[in-house]
């Protein structure tokens, strides 16, 4: 069993999902090597996602920062070099097919996408994925 397959279970344990770890531990399940984070994309982030209407920040259960909309994630970030963002499977196709993110580090078969931050304008492009996933959220509160 490689490295991947294990950390693939262990972030599906029950046990898993009810504590919270430090972020340099989830890193050692990202697939990719992130090489230099975008210093202060966090802070930048969370400040343009407070702005929208009703949107909250809060610690995420794997490390990192989650941002919702009332009771529903929009995404969330891993220090200044991750984000993973959730999806109807239809838009997460559409997103990765364009190239603007990647299927999900852990769960590629889901909805979800992962955007990695590698350089200063990496942060609109987040902030953009960010806000399409608000407003789908906004649009199915309606």
Same mark, same amino acid.
């Given at each position: 069993m490689n490295l991947k397959t294990i950390g693939s279970k262990l972030l599906a344990s029950p046990l898993f999902r009810q504590i919270r770890l430090p972020e340099f531990v989830t890193l050692l399940f990202i697939r990719r090597q992130v090489t230099m984070p975008v210093y202060g994309a966090k802070e930048q982030?969370?400040?343009?996602?407070?702005?929208?209407?009703?949107?909250?920040?809060?610690?995420?259960?794997?490390?990192?920062? =989650?941002?919702? &909309?009332?009771?529903?994630? %929009?995404?969330? %970030?891993?220090?200044?070099?991750?984000?993973? %963002?959730?999806?109807?499977?239809?838009?997460?196709? =559409?997103?990765?097919?364009?190239?603007?993110? =990647?299927?999900?580090? %852990? &769960?590629?078969q889901s909805g979800w996408i992962s955007f990695y931050l590698r350089q200063p304008a990496d942060i609109d492009e987040a902030v953009s994925l960010l806000r399409r996933s608000f407003e789908l959220a906004v649009k199915q509160r309606s």
């Open positions: 982030i969370t400040q343009a996602l407070l702005a929208w209407e009703g949107v909250t920040a809060e610690p995420h259960r794997f490390g990192g920062t =989650e941002y919702r &909309l009332g009771r529903r994630e %929009i995404g969330h %970030i891993h220090g200044d070099y991750l984000v993973d %963002i959730p999806f109807p499977k239809k838009v997460r196709d =559409e997103v990765v097919a364009a190239g603007r993110a =990647e299927p999900h580090h %852990i &769960l590629p």
